[in-house]
């Protein structure tokens, strides 16, 4: 069949760098606090009932796509659920995040983790076959997972973390604990991608949000493989590649080496700088503060125009935010970006 620009959604055929109509937008928690139609759903159901009622998190998901009017949506999950299958009960505390009751600190605690029950996760896969029964071709479908590197922080942490110390400890101090729990978290997310690209995602981010802690040479010798793992084995699945972390402007151009489709940029650094650090052979994603969605519009949209000018209407690039929306943002300043994206035409620019 010839290619046609028609052919695949917006979002999909930016992550492979093909030619777009204008430039697909989407936000990274789209579906949370900020937004009234959330906390409604809130009031009655805790955040992993939500989760584990496919039901339910089929309707947030497409609830937020389509108030925003965005070209993708992310599955309505948590980057945790594949700890509780793998023997690490955890639960979401008001006001604290995530607590792991056991955390993982030695040797014998990464033996005793479990990889086998991988498809209890079904109910994700369940909540997918919801949302792409509901939007076909119209929006792009985005499944995720945690990185071995930021999934083993939590698991090891107990929590989030300011500075990873047991973490590094670990990871320093006792390779075969480290390596044995990064090889099990491949396994395991592994699987649960298979999951969520079977019930209809057609696209995977894998978010390495922590990864920022690590130098550079950390990063490679303790961190890489793992993730290079990962990635191509979800690529293997069929699925373009999303690979997203924080604070990385030192890390780009080692995390491209995983192969990853499309890097995330954060705010940190201009966008057409990321996008160089990564080389212009992947697609990009990114870059916008989400706390300039708290800025007045006229501010708000130079940012947002500097983001597409910088991308200069390159193939590959999918307009978001560096890190996730924020509790209290205002919505209509996230659909007045929508607005933007859509609008903007680059100066110039050949016009089809
Ligand atoms: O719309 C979407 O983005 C999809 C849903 C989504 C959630 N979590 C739901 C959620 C996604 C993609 C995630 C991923 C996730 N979860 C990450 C990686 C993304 C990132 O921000 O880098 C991380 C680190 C987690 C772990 C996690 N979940 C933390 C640290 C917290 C507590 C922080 C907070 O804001 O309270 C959560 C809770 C969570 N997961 C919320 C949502 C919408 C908060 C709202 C709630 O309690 O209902």
């Keep these: 069949m010839p290619e046609s620009i028609l052919e695949g959604s917006r979002f999909v055929r930016a992550c492979l760098r093909k030619p777009v109509d204008r430039t697909p937008v989407w936000f990274l928690r789209q579906a949370g606090r900020y937004m009234q139609e959330y906390r409604e759903v809130r009031k009655h159901h805790t955040l992993v009932e939500i989760c584990k009622q496919p039901e339910l998190a089929a309707e947030v998901t497409i609830t937020a796509a389509e108030k925003l009017g965005v070209d993708a949506a992310i599955i309505f999950a948590d980057l945790l659920l594949p700890l509780e299958p793998m023997g690490l009960p955890f639960e979401f505390q008001a006001g604290e995040g995530p607590v792991v009751h056991h955390p993982v600190r030695t040797a014998e605690d990464v033996k005793a983790l479990r990889t086998d029950r991988a498809a209890e996760l079904g109910y994700v896969a369940r909540a997918i076959e919801k ?18 590197f930021t999934l083993a922080s939590y698991m090891i942490e107990g929590g989030g973390s300011r500075n990873y110390v047991h973490t590094k400890q670990m990871m320093y101090g006792d390779p075969i604990a480290w390596g044995g729990l990064l090889d099990k978290l491949v396994t395991v997310l592994t699987e649960y991608c298979r999951l969520q690209v079977q019930a209809g995602a057609d696209v995977i981010q894998i978010f390495d949000s922590w990864v920022g802690a690590l130098s550079l040479t950390d990063y490679r010798e303790y961190a890489f493989e793992a993730s290079k793992r990962l990635v191509r084995a979800v690529q293997a699945l069929g699925v373009p590649v999303i690979y997203f972390g924080v604070e990385t402007a030192g890390l780009l151009g080692a995390m491209a080496e995983t192969g990853a489709d499309v890097m995330g940029l954060d705010w940190r650094q201009p966008l057409d700088e990321g996008w160089r650090a990564v080389g212009h052979t992947r697609a990009v994603q990114g870059n916008l503060d989400p706390i300039t969605l708290f800025a007045p519009l006229e501010v708000l949209e130079r940012r947002v125009k500097e983001i597409l000018r910088a991308a200069g209407g390159r193939p590959g690039h999918i307009f978001n935010l560096g890190h996730g929306i924020v509790p209290g943002t205002p919505v209509e300043n996230v659909q007045a970006v929508v607005k933007m994206v859509r609008e903007f035409r680059l100066e110039g620019a050949a016009r089809g």
């Design 131 to 148: 949302v792409a029964a509901h939007f076909h071709e119209r929006l792009g479908i985005i499944g995720f997972c945690g990185a071995p």
